[in-house]
């Protein structure tokens, strides 16, 4: 039965690896965490999708541009859409290119190129409200850094980058120390006069909407952000058909098309495929397919309630299975040797200081991968700390008298781990299992942001949007799937305690 359990664990940990990775002849393409990467993403499949032979793959909200890019450099996607400032500053990390000739001839080496200009620049910018901005005198950049009394909030991505915080502050001489920020969630924060001034893409649609003033760029620091599309350079001649379709798209967005997506995106909940489909169908006219507004329970019971729920399931059961198979022997073999064992746990402790962004990021540079495999080998690697933990604690606590009557039987080794050692600690063991099991639902919301799917899309896509309703959506199931393990668990418990009270056989009437 264990050799049946491990070889069922190990296919299920391949075959969902393998599902992650689309045949040779598909296009795959990504997109960073914020709502116009998300329109971009589908408006470049829809173009594609009639010119190849399998469905394009559509990788969204990656995160930031580190991952997004390591994702492409790794051949785990083959475009995305990018901004020329950023590939500059970032990916080059340089000045910006003079012309995108110099910029490919720098990315050529890494096997890369910049191609199909879209149309619009989406720079960054800083904003305050309009209100403000009136009774300060709040025009520039410059009139905003005389004001020390303001409080910035600024995206995480923004405080980081070369061509972030660091540089416009040292540019301007600001002296306020910025508060870090989801770039959804600094809309609201500004609106409701939490903090002061925001960075902001200048095509967001909550611009106007909120009625917020954007500050003049007067000592020009940032450079032109204008859209092109980041590819590998093999993509032209493995799919030669699509790339020519996704070239139809130069030049055919401008700034106000682009706005008008996005605040359809964040205004009205219509769901990206739609916003690009009608792009498409109306040559950036107007078309649009009349839908109404999704309200909470239509996100909640979407279509893809079933499908989020197998892939976090798969997520969960397969790593904390593999962390069980890994763990377990692995404490049983540590157990007599304090000093290894100190050594062992302490590797798994560091393991779990690891922020999971990070680990996700360095797994996908090793593995060329995104999706299933770098999110099952991250949780897998979570879940070992408490699992091999408890296995040693619930080893330690076998009474010694226990432990000598199995060797006054006449037991070797091995038959006293399995008939008296493993029997003993095999309820501390699975308060191991069930911790681990709790850490891996949650921690596997983190998945969405590399591909793997499960209930973190919601989460993730919320964030983008600000849209609560479409975060609660991905929160209540994954909250409702712990309740669900919690009293798994807590039967299994139930019946374990009755089994030990159960008299001998031989006692009873």
């Not at 904003?127 to 909030?153: C, I, Q, Y």
């Not at 099991?437 to 919301?445: D, V, W």
Request: charge should be neutral; charged fraction near 15%; hydrophobic fraction near 50%.
């Amino acid at each position: 039965m264990l050799r049946a359990a491990l070889l069922f664990l190990a296919m299920a940990w391949l075959g969902a690896a393998a599902s992650a990775q689309p045949g040779e002849g598909t296009l795959r393409v990504g997109s960073k965490r914020f709502t116009e990467s998300y329109i971009l993403a589908e408006l470049l499949a829809q173009t594609a999708a009639p010119h190849t032979a399998s469905p394009p793959v559509v990788r969204q909200g990656l995160g930031n541009t580190a991952i997004v890019y390591e994702a492409l450099r790794s051949g785990a996607i083959d475009l995305y859409a990018e901004y020329t400032g950023t590939i500059a500053l970032e990916i080059l990390k340089g000045s910006p290119a003079e012309t995108r000739e110099a910029m490919n001839a720098a990315l050529a080496p890494m096997g890369l190129g910049a191609a199909i200009p879209l149309g619009f620049n989406d720079g960054y910018a800083l904003a305050v409200r309009a209100a403000d901005a009136e009774r300060l005198g709040l025009r520039t950049l410059s009139d905003l850094a005389k004001h020390p009394e303001l409080k910035l909030g600024l995206s995480n991505e923004f405080l980081g980058r070369a061509d972030g915080w660091k540089g416009l502050a040292a540019r301007y001489g600001f002296t306020q120390a910025p508060t870090g920020l989801d770039h959804g969630l600094a809309y609201e924060a500004v609106a409701a006069k939490q903090i002061d001034a925001i960075d902001i893409y200048t095509t967001d649609a909550k611009i106007e909407h909120l009625g917020l003033r954007v500050l003049e760029d007067d000592r020009k620091y940032f450079p032109r952000y204008d859209a092109v599309v980041l590819y590998r350079l093999d993509l032209p001649t493995r799919l030669p058909q699509a790339w020519a379709a996704l070239k139809t798209l130069e030049g055919r967005i401008d700034e106000h098309a682009m706005i008008a997506m996005n605040a359809r995106a964040e205004l009205q909940s219509v769901p990206f495929d739609t916003i690009a489909r009608d792009f498409l169908a109306g040559a950036g006219q107007g078309a649009k397919t009349q839908e109404p507004r999704r309200g909470f329970s239509a996100k909640l019971f979407g279509p893809d309630l079933w499908q989020l729920a197998r892939q976090h399931l798969v997520l969960v059961a397969v790593s904390v299975g593999v962390a069980i198979l890994i763990g377990v022997p692995l404490a049983i073999l540590v157990f007599p040797h304090v000093r290894l064992r100190a050594l062992v746990l302490g590797f798994a402790s560091l393991l779990q200081t690891v922020p999971s962004l990070a680990l996700l990021a360095v797994l996908i540079s090793m593995l060329g991968a995104i999706g299933a495999l770098p999110a099952l080998i991250a949780l897998t690697l979570y879940s070992l700390l408490p699992i091999m933990r408890n296995t040693v604690t619930g080893l330690a606590e076998v009474p010694n008298g226990l432990r000598l009557a199995g060797t006054a039987l006449g037991m070797t080794p091995p038959q006293s781990l399995r008939l008296v050692l493993l029997p003993l600690a095999l309820p501390t063991l699975l308060a191991g299992v069930r911790t681990a099991t709790a850490i891996a639902i949650g921690t596997a919301t983190i998945a969405a942001f590399i591909g793997a799917g499960g209930f973190g899309e919601r989460i993730v896509t919320g964030l983008a949007l600000n849209d609560r309703e479409l975060l609660l959506a991905g929160a209540l199931p994954a909250a409702a799937l712990a309740l669900l393990s919690e009293g798994i668990f807590e039967l299994v418990e139930m019946l374990m305690r009755r089994r030990r009270r159960a008299p001998p056989p031989s006692l009873l009437p």
